[in-house]
């Protein structure tokens, strides 16, 4: 049954080392953009901008292995929805208006992203 999910004793190392590795990354960001709302932003951009490419290079390249690795795993571990959401509600924070920024500019990243790894990454074969 968890086989059958893809729930494999790999796949769970895989997913762990990648969401370590990106949210070293992310902290990595943070000090370098301090600044809560931006460095949030970056991070989130960076990372559906970076997991847009990896699926369509995944694709069309026959890789499958390293997918654990780099979108669950590393992508999901650069990005952060949960400090997104914290940056719109709390008192003094960026507020509602930086959550709608943060949504519609990571879908623009993707529409973009998308396009173009899909012109550029050919099908290997």
């Known amino acids: 049954m ?41 991070a989130n951009i960076i990372a559906v901008a970076l997991a847009m490419v990896l699926m369509v290079f995944m694709e069309r390249r026959g890789i499958t292995e390293l997918r654990y690795l780099l979108l669950p795993g590393f992508c999901g571990g650069l990005s952060t929805f949960s400090a997104v959401t914290y940056e719109a509600v709390a008192p003094g924070e960026a507020g509602l208006a930086f959550l709608f920024f943060n949504l519609f500019s990571s879908l623009f990243v993707v529409v973009l992203a998308l396009k173009l790894a899909r012109k550029y990454i050919k099908v290997h074969g």
Do not use: C, D, Q
């Not at 059958?4 to 000090?31: I, M, P």
């Open 2 to 42: 968890y086989k059958e999910a893809g729930l494999t004793l790999k796949a769970v190392w895989l997913v762990s080392l990648g969401g370590v590795l990106g949210t070293l990354t992310r902290y990595a960001l943070s000090l370098l953009i301090p600044s809560n709302g931006l460095g949030t932003l970056t």
